[in-house]
């Protein structure tokens, strides 16, 4: 089993920036293929980012591209999400996800997530 954790979040003013982290919390011999997604209460599951195993190839939902960045530290069995320039709409709870080889946007395609950290933007 791969157990993920994030952590990073908190609340924060329009403008400012965080840096979300994911760790696996078991060490691995291979590399997983990460996502970031992100839900607010009463809306539906949105993809934030992903990136590939080998962290050559980046992906990022449509509101976030040029604002936030993918990257992975393999040593550490971490992703990070940093997030610049943070909007109120960014308000959400954020999810990593871990699969053998997909960081696309489609949810249903990853095996393993963690339990969440809470982003919240103010105005």
């Known amino acids: 089993q791969v157990q993920l954790v994030e952590s990073g979040g908190g609340l924060v003013q329009a403008g400012d920036s965080l840096r979300l982290s994911c760790a696996a919390s078991e060490r691995t011999a291979s590399t997983y293929a990460m996502g970031w997604f992100r839900q607010a209460p009463g809306k539906e599951r949105e993809f934030v980012a992903g990136?590939?195993?080998?962290?050559?190839?980046?992906y990022y939902g449509d509101s976030m591209k040029g604002r936030f960045t993918i990257s992975r530290d393999n040593a550490k069995n971490t992703v990070y999400l940093q997030m610049n320039s943070l909007k109120p709409e960014d308000t959400a709870v954020y999810y990593c996800?871990?699969?053998?080889?997909?960081?696309?946007?489609?949810?249903?395609?990853?095996?393993?997530w963690g339990q969440g950290t809470q982003v919240t933007v103010s105005s």
């Open positions: 996800a871990a699969d053998s080889s997909y960081s696309g946007p489609r949810a249903l395609e990853y095996d393993y």
């Open positions: 990136i590939s195993n080998s962290g050559r190839s980046s």
